[in-house]
């Protein structure tokens, strides 16, 4: 097994499936093939200003799950998830963000993703 090739074409595959979406000049979406718990795919949100990036759900995410906002249990456990996953966690809005370099910024779309599909499970 060439295990070079292997991560070459895993790479290339996962380029092909990975969308960007602009929304305006300083805004765009990130899409993938992944699938939360429900069959949905996750996203996130990145907006640039002053050099910096702040990746973000918007608030989907508890929203999503928590529409009322009438489970307490759900939004203090998803906060925990949150802040553990290295995420900042706006508990007025419901909003989860981190802001980032751009060299900090794939790892961060990444670990947004992971973490929209990990609460899925709880929700």
């Keep these: 097994m060439d295990l070079k090739q292997l991560k070459q074409d895993y790479l290339d595959w996962e380029a092909k499936h990975t969308v960007f979406y602009p929304w305006s ?3 765009f979406e990130v899409e993938n093939d992944l699938v939360d718990a429900y069959g ?14 702040t990746v973000t759900d918007d608030g989907y995410l508890l929203f999503k799950y928590n529409p ?17 996953a290295g995420f900042d966690f706006d508990q007025e809005h ?3 963000s981190r ?3 751009q060299a ?20």
């Design 99 to 101: 802001e980032v370099s």
């Design 25 to 27: 000049e300083t805004v």
């Design 68 to 84: 009322l906002e009438d489970n307490d249990d759900l939004n203090e456990y998803a906060a925990g998830m949150v802040i553990d």
């Design 104 to 123: 900090a910024l794939p790892a961060a779309i990444n670990g947004l993703m992971q973490l929209e599909i990990m609460m899925s499970y709880i929700a």
């Design 40 to 53: 949905r795919k996750p996203f996130v949100l990145v907006e640039e200003g002053g050099g910096r990036y």
């Design 94 to 96: 419901g909003v989860i």
